[in-house]
T-cell receptor, first 113, second 116 residues
Framework: AQSVAQPEDQVNVAEGNPLTVKCTYSVSGNPYLFWYVQYPNRGLQFLLKYITGDNLVKGSYGFEAEFNKSQTSFHLKKPSALVSDSALYFCAVFTGGGNKLTFGTGTQLKVEL | NAGVTQTPKFQVLKTGQSMTLQCAQDMNHEYMSWYRQDPGMGLRLIHYSVGAGITDQGEVPNGYNVSRSTTEDFPLRLLSAAPSQTSVYFC???????????????FGPGTRLTVT
C-alpha cells in the first residue's frame, strides 16, 4: 500500500518570506513523487516531480522540493513567497510499475502582504 | 491542443437519476483516470484506464462505471445517483512509458455535481 501525509491543513506566510509545505510518504518500493497546485475553481496543475537523481528538484514558478529518503519526505519550498502563490497544494506518490497515484489531503497556502 | 476537457461544468441530479460525465483528451495519452475531490479528503481515484479497452478500479469505484472505447474518451457513468456522490469530479490523463510507467498527469477543469 502507498500513502501520503500532508500534516498541515493550512500554512500562512508573509510575502517575501521563504515557504515550506510538508509531505511525507509511505511506499513499498521506489517512490515517484509529485507536487500539484490547485487555484480556486480550477483543475490541478503539475509543479514538479522526483523520479531519480538529484534530491533537490526544481519546478515551475520558482518552486523546488527536496527528496529525503531517510525521512521519507518530499517538502515543497520556495525562497520568496508571492501573494499569487496562495492556492491549494497536493503531494502525490506512486511506485514504479503501479497505475495508481495516491494524493495527500492538500495544504492551503496563504501568502499575505 | 485543448488538453483535457470535461462536460458538463455543473450538474444537479435527484437521488436515483443516472448520468454520464464526459472526458476527452487530445494528447494521445495512454492513461486516463477519474478522481473525486471532497473537502479534507484530497483526491480519491475512482477508476482508471491504461489504454483503449482496458479499465480498472481505483480506491472508491462503487456506484460508478467507466468504459474506454477510444484513446481520446473516458466517460464516467453514475448508475443511480446518491447524495454521497455530491463532489467535484476531475478527469486526468498521462503518458505511460519508461522508466517509471506513469508520468505527470494533466487535469481537466472539473465537474461540480450536486445530488439532492
Amino acid at each position: 500500500a502507498q500513502s501520503v501525509a500532508q500534516p498541515e491543513d493550512q500554512v500562512n506566510v508573509a510575502e517575501g518570506n521563504p515557504l515550506t509545505v510538508k509531505c511525507t510518504y509511505s511506499v513499498s518500493g521506489n517512490p515517484y513523487l509529485f507536487w500539484y497546485v490547485q487555484y480556486p475553481n480550477r483543475g490541478l496543475q503539475f509543479l514538479l516531480k522526483y523520479i531519480t537523481g538529484d534530491n533537490l528538484v526544481k519546478g515551475s514558478y520558482g518552486f523546488e522540493a527536496e527528496f529525503n529518503k531517510s525521512q521519507t519526505s518530499f517538502h515543497l519550498k520556495k525562497p520568496s513567497a508571492l501573494v499569487s502563490d496562495s492556492a491549494l497544494y497536493f503531494c502525490a506518490v506512486f511506485t514504479g510499475g503501479g497505475n495508481k497515484l495516491t494524493f495527500g489531503t492538500g495544504t492551503q497556502l496563504k501568502v499575505e502582504l | 491542443n485543448a488538453g483535457v476537457t470535461q462536460t458538463p461544468k455543473f450538474q444537479v441530479l435527484k437521488t436515483g437519476q443516472s448520468m454520464t460525465l464526459q472526458c476527452a483528451q487530445d494528447m494521445n495519452h495512454e492513461y486516463m483516470s477519474w478522481y473525486r475531490q471532497d473537502p479534507g479528503m484530497g483526491l480519491r481515484l475512482i477508476h482508471y484506464s491504461v489504454g483503449a479497452g482496458i479499465t480498472d478500479q481505483g480506491e472508491v469505484p462503487n456506484g460508478y462505471n467507466v468504459s474506454r472505447s477510444t484513446t481520446e474518451d473516458f466517460p464516467l457513468r453514475l448508475l443511480s445517483a446518491a447524495p454521497s456522490q455530491t463532489s467535484v469530479y476531475f478527469c486526468a490523463s498521462s503518458h505511460v512509458g519508461p522508466p517509471t510507467g506513469l508520468d505527470e498527469q494533466y487535469f481537466g477543469p472539473g465537474t461540480r455535481l450536486t445530488v439532492t
